[in-house]
Structure formats: C-alpha cells, structure tokens
C-alpha cells in the first residue's frame, strides 16, 4: 500500500499577490508568498511543513485546498491535474482534500448545531437522504471519540479539544484521501494536543490518509511526519525524510530551528543558535539567498546568487554551503560562524552608512 | 456520606437534561422570559395584534361614525365625560378610543410591510455586495450612501410627492428611505464573517455561493438586522405617523395615529385627549417593539446562552 502512487503531487508551486503601494503613481508590487515548492505525499505519510510565520505555510495549504488558484506551478490529487481540470472534476477533486484549521474556536460555524456542520459536506456532494446523513455522522463521531448525544449541540458547548475533534470529523465526513491540517493542534493546552495527535494519528493508521501537517512546533512534527520540509519565506530550504533532517540538519536554517526546540532532557539540549535580524519582509526579500544576512555561514556568492534546490544526502537543500556542513557541523563551528557573521555585519553596516 | 447522595440525586435531573435538549420554542422562551422588559413589551404587541385583528368586535363604535351630540366630549373620568366614550370624542364627534382601536391596524400593517419590504431587499444587496465585492459593492455601496446623505423625511416626502399621497406610497417611500441601513448593516456583518475559518471549511466542502451567502454566512449575521428590524418597526410607525401628521400619509378619515394626531393639533389646549391618546399610542407601540427587539437578539444569540 504505501509504494503506491502519490496522493498529491505538486511540482513547482507558485503564489504571487499584487500588493497595492501607497501613492497614486506607484505600481503594485508582487508578493512571493509561494515561491516554488514540490512535494509527493503517499497515502498513509505524513508531510509536514515546518517554518516561522509567514514564511508561505499557510498559502500551501489554500492552494492545495484549491481555495486559491496557484500562480504557476502545477499538482494533482489522485492523478488528476487540480489546476486546470475543470469544474466538475474539480468538485470531484475538492472531496478528495480536506483541512482542518488551527483555531477550533473559529473553524465551527457557531450557528449550527454538530450534526448540521458534519452533514454539510454530505449535502453539497452527496444524494444521500437525511437517515443516511445521520447516521454517517453519528459513525464519524464515534470514530473521533465524540458520544451520539453531542450530535445535536452547539459548538459554544464544547472545550477546545472536543471542538477539534469535530473539525477533524468534519474534514473525515466525505472519505478524503489528504488531510491539510493547518497548526491543529498549536491552539490547543498541551495535555489535549496529545490526545488530538493521537487521533490524527489512530485515523491515519485506519483510514490510510495522507497528511499535509503544517506546523512550528517541531517537536510535534518529530513525533507525526514521515517527511519533513522546511521552509523560509516563501522558499523550500530543505525537505527530507524526517530522521535524515532531524539527525543531521544541512541547511543553517533548519539547524537554526533544531537548536530552537526546547528539550526536557538536559542531555539532549542542544546550544543554541541565536539568529540574529528579523525576518525580512516578504515585499522586499534581500537578494541573493533569503536568508543571507541572518546566517552564520554567509559568504559573497550568497549576497548575489539564489541557491537552486539540489540533491545531497538524501534530501533536497537550497544551500551554497550545504556541503560545508555535511562535512563538519559541530557547536563550536557554528558559533565560530555566527562570531565571523557578526563581524562581517558589523562591516557590512559600516559599509552602508 | 448524606450530603454526597444529596449530591448524586440533585445531579440525576441535569445529567437528564443534558441528554435529551429541550424542544427549541421552549428553550427560546426560556431565555427571552428572563428578560422583563421584553416580556412586557412582547405582551403590549400581542395586545396590539389583537386589537388589530378583532377591531370589528373589540371598537365600542364605528371609526367613523359621528356623534354630532357629544363632540369633544373628555374622558369618562372627567367631569362632563361618560362611558359610552372611554377615551372622549374628537372634534367631529368620533370615538376616539374606536379610532385609536383601528389605527393599530393601520399601524402594525405599516410596521410589517416597511420591514419586511426593506429588510428583504436590504439583505439581498447587503449579501451580495458583502460577498462579491468589487465593482458591484461600490456601486451599491455609492448609491446607499447617496440615499443616506438626504434627510429620510425629506426623501420619504419627495417620494411621496411624486408617487402622490396615500398609505401605500408612504409606505413604500419608508421602506425605500430605510433601505441604506439595513444594506450596510449586513454587509459589515458579512465582510467579519467572510474571512472566519468555518466558512473556509464550508468552502472547501464545495458550498456554491447562494449557500455560502445564505446559508453559512447570512445566520450569523442575523443578531444585528433582527434588532434593526425591530427598531425599523418602531421607526417604519414614527415615520407613517409623522408623513399623515404632515398629511401625506394616510387620509382623513382614515384613523391613522399620525393623522389623528395632526388633524387635532388645534385642539390641544382645549381638549387635550384628541391629541394625547394617539400620541401615548404611538409611544407605547414603539417602546413595546424596541423592548422585544432587544430581547429578541439576547434569546436568539447563542453565544448568550450557557
């Protein structure tokens, strides 16, 4: 089952907006909220997506829902094109791929009661009669860990953990086979985001779905995904299998988030690295590599050049120096690094005043 | 051990409750019954309606009829005053308790087709104009704000006075000159609901617009424009009443509360029931409906309830 074919797969995913500019004159400029991400997902596999605010989670996870068409770039579910098959395959495709949102307070419409929003997707996409309805809810529901008596309460009733059990039964109702769970469980207390990924992960085991697990929280992301892809405005820095990226991070990025996951084990603690800088407005990306002027291994060839995305120790990285660290990533290197950065900033900003 | 079985049995009704939720009506009145106000202002309105549908049987004379012995006659409690006229007589000898028993007529009809007219129309552009965008909502946002820039009595008047006067088109001029409200009150309400995640979730299910309109959205915009519809009721009443006192509603004899209140006006020092009686009518109404309004959203929030 598993080495059967992908359920998406996306090649070269784009998203640009038109950003209006203050001043009557001015042109709009673009904003690379997407600026090319490829990925597979197998059923049963977990992708997860990992990068701080901004840095274009959230616009994959439109894009794959097909709320938002992508700017260039192409992916299909099931083998089917999604971008430009038309509007009654597409309905077909939209059942195929459900999301379950990170705000269980905001994703439940308030008005109508649990039956009513797990039957939605039924209604619109199925003929089936009321009964039927009902008693597939009821079936879902059961399979959440919700009781029949919930079915006809409102959502206000509920805590945040049951609530996101109902959306994660909503996204269940129409048998997708990809779950975009954006942040599901970031909003949650910690004691119920166990119990929720467990259940994500209990249903994927039973339903062979195929995760699209859009996070920050890395030590969530250790414990769900098969794959991982790290991302940094807009730009897919490195994308692997998990124990590959986890074990042995090449891109100082991904090293920098690493470091940043706050372990119970002193042992296992890992120095930190401390980033320096923002991160750089996405309507004004610096040139070159993105993250260049945050970086601790930053040389002259990343001020000028992007890095393409390549092939090296089985994984994807965007990375001039990728091979440097592959060789010899060690703690004292890169605060060596990060001392030369610093002098090297200092430098630079000199050199710009 | 005592007060721990006192416990359980107390716990028994409400673990009862809880699996079987009350009928909806029932649960409604519960929470609209708690507040007073409402209840009083409900239960003058359900008088009203009442008034307005048996007039015939309640009215202890006919509107119209003239007692050419007892005008101005003052109420039965004043000296000079007798039961056979409750409320006094007006200036041509017409009861006036009779008149103000028909006007509820007139005046609830008003009330119900100013809304119902304006609320229905206000709720389709508003909708629309929220969801699209774009051109169209500049449009009809443009235009509304036109119509708002004009003093409504003033506009309600120029309708009038091109459509000529009569209750119909009184009625129709209100519900034209409070259009703007309602059309931008829904649509306020729509662009916050617009950007929530449930509706997302409804869109990635495959909802077309007309049920992302009017199904997902539209219910949960509907606490503000219930209690702006219940205020346009007190308002659509004020408005009839001020467009017959200036004689451009209804038309004499036609016992409309406005009217009666006008066509009195004179009287005012001499007789002061021929213009108190219409005016306390109208007050009431009007108070009775904005009390309910507010009771109304309070029950029908559930984000109220607990």
């Excluded at chain 1, 995913?13 to 673009?30: A, N, T, W």
């Excluded at chain 1, 060789?327 to 430098?347: F, R, Y």
């Amino acid at each position: 089952m598993s080495a059967s074919n992908p359920v998406i797969s996306a090649s070269n995913l784009k998203k640009y907006y038109p950003v209006k500019q203050s001043g009557f004159f001015k042109k709009d400029i673009l904003l690379k909220a997407l600026d090319g991400a490829s990925f597979d997902i197998e059923p049963g596999k977990t992708l997860a997506v990992v990068g701080e605010s901004g840095c274009g989670k959230s616009t994959l996870a439109r894009l794959v829902t097909m709320i938002e068409q992508p700017t260039s770039g192409e992916f299909d579910i099931a083998g089917i094109n999604a971008v430009t098959s038309g509007k009654a395959q597409k309905r077909t495709l939209r059942s195929k791929v459900q999301i379950v949102f990170q705000d269980p307070y905001g994703s439940l419409n308030p008005r109508k009661k649990v039956g009513d929003i797990l039957e939605e997707p039924l209604i619109i996409n199925t003929s089936l009669s009321r009964s039927q309805r009902r008693e597939k809810a009821l079936a879902i529901m059961e399979k959440v860990g919700l009781t029949p008596e919930q079915y006809s309460r409102y959502p206000h009733m509920f805590s945040g953990g049951q609530r996101q059990r109902i959306a994660v039964a909503r996204a269940l109702m129409l048998n997708p086979a990809l779950v975009i769970a954006d942040e599901p469980v970031s909003a949650l207390d910690v004691s119920v985001q166990a119990q929720a990924l467990n259940l994500l992960m209990d249903l994927q085991e039973e339903m062979n779905l195929a995760y699209l697990f859009i996070s920050h929280d890395l030590s969530v992301v250790r414990l769900i995904s098969h794959e991982v892809m790290v991302m940094y405005l807009g730009r897919v820095v490195e994308q692997g299998e998990k124990n590959t990226i986890f074990d042995k991070p090449l891109h100082p990025y991904t090293m920098a988030l690493l470091a940043a996951t706050p372990h119970v084990n002193i042992k296992s603690r890992q120095k930190r690295i401390r980033l320096s800088g923002e991160l750089p407005s996405p309507l004004n990306p610096p040139p070159g590599c993105t993250f260049h002027r945050r970086c601790a291994y930053m040389s002259d060839i990343c001020r000028q050049v992007a890095p393409e995305s390549r092939r090296l120790e089985n994984r994807m990285v965007a990375c001039h120096h990728a091979e440097k660290m592959s060789t010899a990533p060690s703690e004292s290197k890169i605060q060596k690094g990060l001392v030369k950065n610093l002098v090297d900033k200092g430098a630079q900003d000199e050199n710009a005043i | 051990m005592n007060q721990a079985i006192v416990i359980k049995e107390k716990n028994i009704p409400i673990t009862e409750n809880e699996t079987v939720p009350p009928h909806p009506l029932k649960e409604f009145w519960k929470y609209f019954s708690e507040n007073r106000g409402a209840v009083i202002g409900l239960y003058f309105i359900a008088g009203a309606i009442l008034c307005a549908i048996f007039a015939d049987i309640i009215a202890p004379h006919s509107p119209f009829n003239q007692y050419r012995s007892a005008i101005l006659q003052p109420p039965f409690w004043m000296e000079g005053g007798n039961t056979e006229f409750i409320l006094g007589t007006d200036d041509v000898g017409r009861d006036i308790l009779s008149r103000l028993i028909f006007g509820a007529r007139l005046s609830l009809f008003v009330g119900v087709i100013v809304v119902t007219l304006s609320l229905a129309a206000g709720i389709i552009l508003g909708v629309t104009a929220g969801y699209f965008g774009g051109f169209y909502e500049t449009v009809v946002m443009r235009l509304m704000d036109i119509m708002l820039a004009l003093p409504s009595l003033l506009l309600a008047m120029a309708i009038v006075a091109i459509l000529g006067p009569s209750l119909q088109n009184a009625i129709l001029a209100i519900a034209i000159v409070v259009l703007p409200h309602y059309v931008r009150l829904t649509r306020a309400s729509i662009i916050a609901e617009k950007n929530k995640d449930y509706v997302t979730a409804s869109r990635v299910s495959g909802a077309g617009p007309l049920r992302m309109m009017f199904n997902v959205l539209l219910p949960n915009c509907m606490a503000p424009l219930i209690v702006q519809a219940t205020l346009g009721f007190s308002a659509a009443i004020l408005d009839a009443a001020a467009l017959g006192f200036l004689g451009m509603g209804a038309q004499p004899p036609t016992p409309e509360w406005g009217a009666m209140l006008a066509n009195s006006l004179q009287f005012i020092q001499r007789a002061w029931w021929v213009v108190t009686f219409p005016g306390v009518a109208i007050l009431l109404t009007v108070l009775a409906f904005n009390l309910a309004g507010d009771g109304l959203r309070d029950a029908l929030d559930p984000k109220m309830k607990r």
